[in-house]
């Protein structure tokens, strides 16, 4: 399951939310030459629930590119949005994507929220367990989990991913990354960049490089752990080959020893 980690992959929740030039972002997400995009069911436009998947849909068309997407959460109006891991709730979802993406099998699916007080998550995973079952789910996740739900979920069925706000100089994660590096999960990192803390000494290297910041700060990140990938939000096509870009760059001991040190300043 660890060939999903050590990826750059593209999320399409800012090329979704509110109305864009459908073509220009299609020739964005097609040049950034991700092998992985990111979705939901939630990322959609008022006058569209289904916006962000089927943008997705028309992306990757005869690619080998791998979608993950994440239902139990939906858009209702332009500042309301639901959440519901209910077995028929989910199962709906998944059909809806199955649809949408003209597919008997989805690549990566995930609950988008399991921190509902009068839903446990262990009903939205084992619906999750039964569908990858019956082949309409290849890997099944868990996004915006914490250690404690994620170990509830996996005492009834074994999750392939997780997909948590994680940034390179928050590492808010920490906790639930150790527990994908012990059971070897892929763990996709979301809002890798989105931090106001400085990182003088990787900013060094960075004009030293010619490259940017941003290319380190993904690259650091991506050398934090074996089981680490990140979700690029990046909607321009600079920014978006630059993160992409990342999954290539050099990493050395001078990189670590800066990034270390960058991630003192926080502590």
Request: net charge negative.
């Amino acid at each position: 399951m660890l060939e999903l980690a050590g990826r750059v992959a593209l999320g399409l929740a800012g090329f979704s939310m509110t109305p864009r030039n459908r073509t220009a972002d299609l020739a964005t997400i097609r040049a950034a030459g991700a092998t992985i995009l990111d979705t939901a069911r939630a990322y959609a436009q008022v006058d569209n629930p289904l916006y962000g998947e089927e943008l997705a849909a028309e992306a990757v068309d005869g690619t080998s590119v791998i979608v993950g997407t994440k239902g139990g959460h939906s858009r209702i109006n332009a500042d309301t949005w639901d959440a519901d891991i209910s077995a028929a709730r989910i199962r709906a979802d998944v059909e809806s994507s199955l649809r949408v993406f003209g597919r008997e099998q989805l690549d990566l699916y995930y609950l988008h929220r399991v921190d509902l007080a009068d839903q446990p998550v262990e009903e939205g995973v084992a619906t999750l367990a039964s569908l990858r079952d019956e082949g309409k789910l290849a890997r099944i996740g868990l996004s915006n989990v914490t250690l404690a739900e994620l170990e509830r979920a996996t005492a009834v069925a074994r999750v392939d991913a997780v997909q948590n706000r994680h940034t390179a100089m928050g590492r808010e994660a920490d906790d639930v990354v150790a527990w994908c590096e012990a059971n070897e999960v892929p763990f996709f990192a979301y809002s890798p960049l989105r931090s106001a803390i400085p990182a003088p000494h990787l900013a060094a290297i960075a004009a030293n490089r010619g490259v940017s910041l941003e290319r380190l700060q993904l690259s650091a990140l991506l050398h934090s752990s074996p089981v680490v990938s990140v979700i690029s939000g990046a909607t321009r096509p600079q920014t978006a080959l630059d993160s992409i870009a990342a999954e290539r760059e050099l990493w050395s001991a001078e990189l670590q020893t800066a990034y270390e040190a960058d991630l003192e300043t926080v502590q």
